[in-house]
């Protein structure tokens, strides 16, 4: 490892080339590689190259650049702001890099590192914004990656924004230094402004602005309403890590992994309201007084929910009482936890001449006298993803078996679903009761029933009917003995 006090070989800088001359020597990949890379930039491309290929040629057509069709001499780079050696030939890329350091210009030798003056980055591009990656001697393979995850975590309208906040810089100048500066910035970009340009709404963005820069106080809260997936960290969508980087503070439930909580930000206040045992659990109404108290008082929160926010997670209720107070919101999908198991099993929920249609559900939807109107649905082919259906598997499988499905009908059940210790079973509609006494189940099982089950993968799973017979086996057993 590198020691704490460890020194650049290589100093990262910014140059100016609005309107410059910047040429690139060479004919083929390397060059038009360059070429691609300078044309994010308003630079002026000179590429001198005798025998261009046909793919640099039809990039210098659609990009407008000079085309010096002809052999290097060292007067085809004079004038330029930089240089960039991409003939793939030794001898002339060093050639190239003689003449331009005679000449006082900058080079870049592609892949020559002792050729050059300085690197070109791996860029991840938000203009006015940029950020450039740099590895010095760990190669490019590793920027790239770099530049690759840092490019999934910027909002593409970053560059929207900055372009808006340079806008204002004049404006907000003028307000006094300190705190009332300090916290029009921070307003701007993580408030109103930021959401509005997110969402395309650039008047309304301009508009914000202006009244954060008539306003003392600081503006209102915004609350996220946020699916934390299944489970699985790489399965939280990017504007959820984004959201969270951004909290003041995080407001999440039990099945929400400790993991994804760590993501938020480091300072940002986290509220645990879900049930856990031997806890308390907040009631509906408490969370609801609790994410408009934390909106009142202009804070930003991700209400992190497992799976999506929008699928069993009460989030009517809590949007209903953020609109009733006044409390901007958004809501950020998640990866629901019928697809995660759907994906485990690489089981498809609609399958041509088998299922067109699916049904999201509960178990506890059949505990009533009479079937609800998705059992019809199950019945006549749809697949049937039942939530939390483990304490109640036989009352659904013989309630759907009594309605008319049959007991052969395919189905899946996974336990953790997109985790690492996730359990896979398979079996029938029949075999289905076992589960109820499965007490070694204690994470949250996703059950789907239907014919287009038969499509999954079961080479990882366990089936049902195994359990189901070593407790026949084990009932008989006691009440032999109860007979002896």
């Not at 640099?56 to 407008?64: E, N, V």
């Not at 946020?226 to 939280?236: F, H, M, R, T, Y």
């Amino acid at each position: 490892m590198s020691p704490a006090n460890a020194k650049l070989n290589a100093f990262p800088v910014f140059m100016r080339v609005d309107g410059e001359a910047v040429a690139i020597v060479g004919n083929g990949e390397e060059a038009l590689a360059k070429a691609r890379l300078l044309a994010q930039s308003s630079a002026a491309l000179r590429i001198i190259a005798d025998n261009a290929d046909a793919e640099l040629l039809a990039f210098i057509a659609t990009a407008g650049a000079v085309h010096v069709d002809a052999a290097y001499d060292a007067a085809q780079i004079e004038g330029a702001a930089m240089v960039f050696a991409a003939s793939g030939d030794e001898a002339l890329d060093r050639r190239v890099a003689e003449d331009a350091r005679r000449l006082g210009i900058p080079v870049n030798a592609v892949d020559r590192p002792e050729l050059c003056d300085f690197f070109t980055p791996a860029l991840v591009n938000r203009a006015p914004v940029a950020i450039a990656i740099g590895t010095e001697g760990a190669g490019p393979v590793l920027a790239q990656l770099l530049r690759v995850r840092i490019d999934r975590m910027l909002s593409p309208s970053l560059g929207r924004l900055a372009a808006l906040a340079a806008s204002f810089r004049a404006a907000a100048e003028r307000l006094p230094k300190g705190n009332r500066r300090r916290r029009f910035w921070n307003d701007f970009f993580a408030g109103a402004p930021a959401k509005a340009v997110e969402a395309g709404e650039f008047a309304k963005a301009h508009y914000a602005a202006l009244d954060l820069l008539a306003s003392g106080a600081p503006a209102m809260g915004h609350i996220a309403l946020v699916g934390a997936g299944p489970g699985a960290e790489d399965l939280l969508t990017l504007r959820a890590h984004r959201l969270l980087m951004e909290a003041d503070a995080i407001v999440y439930d039990a099945l929400v992994p400790e993991a994804i909580v760590a993501m938020g930000r480091r300072d940002g206040e986290r509220l645990p309201v879900g049930k856990r045992k031997g806890c308390h659990s907040k009631s509906q109404e408490e969370i609801n007084a609790l994410l408009i108290e934390l909106g009142s008082a202009g804070k930003r929160v991700v209400r992190l929910k497992s799976g999506d926010p929008l699928v069993f997670g009460r989030a009517g209720e809590e949007m209903a009482a953020l609109r009733e107070a006044g409390i901007a919101y958004e809501v950020v999908p998640g990866v629901t936890a019928a697809f995660a198991a759907a994906a485990d099993f690489e089981l498809p929920l609609t399958l041509r001449g088998v299922s067109s249609s699916m049904v999201f559900t509960t178990g506890h939807d059949l505990k009533g006298n009479s079937l609800p109107d998705w059992a019809k649905l199950a019945i006549s082919g749809a697949t049937v993803a039942v939530y939390m259906g483990r304490s109640v598997a036989a009352e659904v499988a013989g309630r759907l078996i009594e309605a008319g499905l049959s007991p052969d009908t395919a189905v899946a059940v996974v336990e953790n679903a997109s985790l690492g210790n996730r359990r896979r079973f398979h079996g029938t509609l029949a075999d289905l009761p076992s589960l109820e006494a499965r007490a070694d189940l204690t994470g949250p099982v996703m059950t789907i029933i239907g014919d287009a089950v038969a499509g999954a993968n079961f080479e990882r799973s366990e089936p049902l009917a195994a359990h189901r017979q070593e407790e026949d086996a084990a009932s008989a057993a006691a009440a032999d003995g109860v007979q002896q």
